[in-house]
């Protein structure tokens, strides 16, 4: 019950701050649009993705570590606890250093990089300059005590750190908005951004510290050198999982970028935006379960493990399909809203003179409900350890999205980088990562969770198929309208997705999970 508890209080924590945090993102960038500019915004697109790609010298040590904190927390076993986190902080520093070098040899590279390169200064901008901020602020992340972080996140208590992110956020956005509003600097603006970073972590590693004073403490051991080889081993897994994931999901603006000029990647950062939003919103279900999945599977419970997979996956079909049904039925109506025109929403494109016809929004979404059943797997493979068994599948996909995103993007423009995702999720994660979560971990046939998610996404579709029906019939304009419609978007496919699965097995035990869950809190 605790891990349902704890894992209920990440969720609703987690929720909160996600959605503070897009609410907050999408008003900053509104300022940061009015008082700078789309051309800033590409440019903030582009050197955010090149740092992600910078990132992957984290090369899953995180993942791996957590891993291993699961069993000594467990345990409750403080001496082991403290050799791991003195192992993470160790690698942190370095994986930090790697990051700094990396980038600097970056610097020569930025001209082939940013196609419009040249026209920078007179934006006022030293591209140079902006970079080396943006690599401050990636390498700053593993420098000021992430491992504390992390060990607090596999305790299952995120949600202590998430209320204090709470301020913070409300902070940076105050402030950033400040700067663009007072001194309509970009270099102010990213400064402001750093400082909240640094500060955010500095807060979080006092408050574990409060909290779980031995981890201040000091350990004359160390990892033993077959245990470090092992996880040596495990990161050079994680490494081409992380590059995957990195690769997939940065290398849109960058493509974009060199074939098109940084006004393609403004356009699409709008779009990205949405989709960044709701996958923010999303994804905070699926990190609030993982410390208690990995908890639990530590305790070798076959049958409790192949169940937690049948609910989470459940929930994430449901909640990933409505997500993706709104992006769908709604971004195209969102954009207008938000930035007061029309000339930013992206309905075809022109090659060679030719209108070729271009649905974004709706390829937006299924991108969102593709990726987020990749990322419900990922949630699994990091919390149950399996690092080793699919270390070669993330390098089909990395193949396949990247050879489709240059091929496709002269043709199709943004809606190639979005086609170039979906097919590489549909051939190889959406397939493969279940095989072997059931073969390795799970101990038993995929077969029937393959029958049920076929099951899942016709029920979505229709659903979907449904909402936008409902959606077109509703005429009223403006703000009232998107809400009215927003809310179509999310009671019709939920009526039809309860009223399929309501016998289901699924549904029976979250239901009686969250009749358990409030009746407890009802009692205390």
């Known amino acids: ?40 915004l590409g440019i903030e697109g582009l050197f955010t993705n090149i740092l992600s790609m910078l990132s992957l010298a984290e090369l899953g040590f995180g993942s791996a570590i957590v891993y291993k904190l699961y069993k000594p927390i467990e345990e409750n076993d403080h001496e082991r606890i403290l050799v791991l986190l003195k192992l993470y902080r160790k690698a942190y520093l370095i994986i930090g250093c790697v990051i700094v070098v990396l980038g600097f040899c970056l610097i020569p590279f930025l001209p082939k990089l940013v196609r419009d390169y040249e026209t920078l200064p007179s934006l006022g901008l030293n591209a140079v300059a902006v970079y080396l901020l943006y690599l401050l602020n990636t390498a700053s992340s593993y420098w000021v005590f992430a491992y504390k972080v992390a060990f607090v996140q596999a305790n299952q208590k995120t949600y202590i750190l998430t209320v ?18 007072v001194f309509r600097s970009f270099i102010v603006y990213l400064c402001v951004q750093i400082f909240f970073a640094v500060a955010q972590n500095l807060i979080w590693a006092f408050i574990c510290d409060k909290r779980y004073p031995f981890v201040r403490e000091k350990t004359t051991k160390s990892v033993s050198k077959e245990e470090l080889r092992s996880f040596y081993k495990d990161c050079s897994a994680l490494f081409l999982y992380s590059a995957c994931s990195v690769i997939i999901g940065g290398s849109d603006n960058i493509v974009l970028s060199a074939m098109l000029g940084t006004s393609a990647v403004a356009l699409f950062y709008n779009y990205s935006s949405i989709r960044s939003a709701v996958r923010a919103l999303l994804y905070t279900f699926l990190t609030s379960v993982q410390a208690s999945l990995g908890s639990l599977y530590s305790t070798g419970n076959l049958e409790w493990s192949r169940t937690g997979f049948r609910v989470v996956n459940f929930l994430a079909v449901w909640l990933y399909g409505i997500g993706a049904i709104g992006v769908a039925v709604l971004a195209d109506e969102f954009i207008p809203l938000w930035l007061h025109t029309s ?54 996909s990395i193949l396949i999205n990247v050879i489709l995103s240059i091929v496709l993007v002269p043709y199709l423009g943004i809606a190639g980088c979005l086609v170039s995702t979906i097919v590489a999720g549909l051939t190889t994660n959406l397939i493969v990562d279940p095989i072997l979560i059931y073969k390795h971990a799970l101990k038993d046939t995929p077969v029937p969770y393959f029958l049920r998610n076929i099951l899942y996404k016709i029920v979505i579709t229709g659903g979907g198929v449904a909402a936008w029906y409902a959606c077109s019939r509703i005429t009223t304009a403006g703000i009232v309208g998107f809400v009215i419609r927003g809310c179509t978007c999310v009671l019709i496919p939920s009526i039809i997705f309860v009223a399929c699965f309501s016998k289901s097995m699924e549904f029976r035990f979250l239901l009686q999970a969250a009749s358990s869950l409030f009746l407890k809190n009802k009692d205390m």
Do not use: H
């Open 1 to 40: 019950m605790n891990r349902t508890r704890n894992s209920f209080l990440n969720y609703i924590t987690g929720m909160f701050s996600s959605l503070l945090i897009v609410v907050l993102n999408f008003l900053t960038r509104t300022f940061f649009i009015r008082y700078l500019g789309m051309s800033y």
């Open 164 to 181: 204090v992110g709470y301020v913070i956020s409300i902070a940076n956005s105050v402030c950033q908005i400040l700067a663009l509003v």
């Open 343 to 396: 000339d930013y929403v992206v309905t075809s494109w022109v090659w060679n003179g030719i209108t070729i016809r271009t649905p974004v929004a709706l390829l937006l979404g299924i991108e969102i409900y593709i990726i987020g059943q990749q990322n419900y797997c990922g949630i699994f493979r990091n919390a149950m350890g399996l690092f080793q068994q699919m270390k070669y599948r993330p390098i089909l």
